[in-house]
């Protein structure tokens, strides 16, 4: 494929992964909270939700999202209620943080599935795979080999994020004491809560 696509694909795939988002803010608080291994126990579960996001598009379900306005609502409500529900939740279990101290192993599945859920559940994904990431494909080449380089480019993009927030997270935790932790939760909640709003208020074009 034309290296120069390729580049500016790289470019926007970065602004777009490593803008704080609902996936971020999880990988976040619960490295501080839960330790670590915690966060990184759910990038899996992320990876597969992108990339099972990535292979629905490109079966036609993000071309169904962009051409049904029933279908996108109906997704659109759904991510929307999911993170709602996800950042009210947050808020309820912020008045009691868990220690920093205190390393969770029993909850790692729960945080796993919820990350994959969130993953999975934003209908802005499949519009990104279906309408945004065609456009850095050449027409002069064949398309299923540069979907699939632009594919796995961001999808290790997205790693490498995850990655790095779970780490830079893991590392300031030592400093924090409950009181910031509880901030930091509230914080994410709101981020989650607005998050999920402004999914509901999105139009279809």
Known sequence: MVFSLWAAFV???LIMISSPGPVVTLLITTSISQGK????????SI???????MIL???GVGALVLTSPTFYALMKLIGAAYLVYLGVSIWIKSNNPVSINEKSTNKKSQSAIK???VTVSNP?????FAAFMPQFVSKTDTFLPQIIILGI???SIGLLNDITYSLIANKIAPILTNSSLKLI???AAINLIVTGIIILGLQHS
């Open 47 to 53: 990876f597969l939700g992108d990339f099972s996001v």
């Open 185 to 187: 939760n509230k914080i």
């Open 124 to 128: 802005k994904s499949l519009l990104f």
């Open 11 to 13: 470019v926007a795939s």
């Open 57 to 59: 598009s490109f079966a």
């Open 153 to 155: 480019t961001y999808l």
């Open 37 to 44: 291994n915690a966060a990184l126990f759910m990038i899996p």
């Open 115 to 117: 990350a994959f859920c």
